[in-house]
């Protein structure tokens, strides 16, 4: 199974027309969104596209096929607007026999990983607006960066899950970074 793993679209109506585009693009059979849908924050700029109404209405064209989390700019008002869950702080998906956990990144972090966490298990997180694959303690720490709101003069990113490991993308479709699980 392929995931394409976006975080941090923040009402940007480019960056949900960029998951639809990259859904449709990469084949993925599922989309994870990581939290922080429709919100700027009060910490970022208002996105040049700010849109949050047309953001939603754009991802919800994928709802189907959504498995989203919580972010810490996300409230039962976004949920009303958006026709997927998206009010959980974690899940727990199996896949090719490791565990995934996958979270915003505002409470549970690479710091303070999850205890049922084991080596070769993932912990996939978004808040931060980094691209991340690296492995700390045998457990894959994994990170796609924002699609809206890069930092540390990073470009805007997304990522793919699949058997394999994670790649990250940039928008444009080059290799930022990479992490294979047989490492």
């Known amino acids: 199974m392929k995931f394409l793993v ?3 679209i923040h009402g940007s109506l480019q960056g949900a027309k960029q ?3 990259l859904f449709q693009q990469c ?3 599922r989309l994870i969104l990581l939290g922080d849908y429709l919100y700027h924050g009060p910490r970022n700029p208002l ?4 849109d949050p109404k047309q953001a939603a209405a754009c991802l919800n064209t994928l709802s189907p096929s959504i498995l989203g989390v919580r972010g810490n700019c996300d409230s039962e008002v976004d949920q009303m607007m958006l026709e997927f869950s998206m009010m959980e702080d ?3 998906l199996v896949h090719e026999g490791r565990l995934i956990y996958a979270t915003h990144g505002h409470r549970s972090t690479p710091e303070m990983l999850p ?4 080596e070769g298990d993932v912990f996939l997180y978004g808040h931060v607006h980094l691209p991340i694959a ?3 303690d045998g457990r894959f720490i994994l990170n796609p960066g924002s699609i809206t709101f890069p930092k540390q003069n990073n470009p805007q990113s997304y990522g793919i899950l699949d058997e394999q490991g994670f790649t ?3 928008l444009k479709h080059q290799v930022l970074k990479q992490i294979l699980f047989s490492e």
Do not use: G, M
């Not at 996105?47 to 700010?50: A, H, N």
């Not at 205890?115 to 084991?118: A, N």
């Open 6 to 8: 976006v975080s941090d």
């Open 19 to 21: 998951c639809e585009c």
């Open 27 to 29: 084949k993925a059979d």
């Open 47 to 50: 996105p040049q596209d700010y």
């Open 90 to 92: 974690h899940l727990i």
């Open 115 to 118: 205890s049922l966490l084991h």
């Open 134 to 136: 690296e492995k700390k």
């Open 168 to 170: 990250i993308y940039t």
